[in-house]
């Protein structure tokens, strides 16, 4: 019972609505050229709306309900790589630069399973992301949000300021990236010496 308990409560489903939100993100990131029309520059943002509003309201619900479990710390982290995949897969094939953080994602993301999967079977240990993980994940978001808007015609002929913020955003989301890349393995170091 405690191990059903733990997948199904607020925060954890809102958690899962994020991965299946994927889908119509990929979708709304198609629709993105620069004939784009406003409707489908809108679409997009309600989608985004809809993705940042469970990320920050799953962690509200399972501090308040007192439902923080171990599929959570798992759920939570594993819904914003894909929505973030999502992105970065798009932006790679349209905006430069974001090929090369979409590699040294992969790989960071990949060492950082394989030692999460590590401590989980040694320790029993889950860990939530570190802060600046979480910073990394906002500025990422945001920056490519601005990304997308400066791709049709119609928003960036009157908005050319959006490149200063996409690019002042993208700055910062390498800091945070570098900057929790550390953590985690700082922390993993610390452990395995133990």
């Known amino acids: 019972m405690k191990i059903i308990y733990s997948l199904f409560n607020v925060a954890n489903a809102l958690s899962v609505a994020r991965i299946f939100f994927a889908i119509p ?37 399972a501090r308040y309900f007192k439902t923080v479990t171990d599929t959570g710390k798992f ?5 914003d790589k894909v929505c973030v995949l999502v992105f970065i897969l ?13 590699v040294a994602l992969f790989i960071r993301d990949l060492i950082i399973t394989f030692f999460s999967i590590y401590f989980v079977k040694k320790e029993g240990r889950y860990f939530q ?18 990304s ?20 002042t955003l993208y700055v910062l989301s390498w800091i945070f990236f570098i900057l929790s890349t550390y953590r985690y393995f700082s922390m993993y170091i610390n452990l395995l010496r133990r």
């Open 25 to 61: 993100l990929y979708y709304s990131l198609k629709n993105i050229s620069a004939a784009s029309s406003l409707s489908d520059i809108y679409m997009f943002l309600w989608v985004c709306l809809f993705i940042a509003l469970s990320d920050i309201l799953d962690g509200f619900f």
């Open 75 to 79: 759920l939570d982290p594993f819904a």
């Open 90 to 102: 798009f932006l790679s094939s349209t905006v430069s630069g974001y090929f090369i953080l979409f």
């Open 129 to 146: 992301a570190n802060v600046f993980g979480k910073w990394f994940l906002f500025f990422i978001g945001m920056s490519m949000i601005f």
């Open 148 to 167: 997308i808007l400066t791709i049709p015609d119609v928003i960036i002929s009157e908005n050319t300021y959006l490149y200063t913020i996409n690019d």
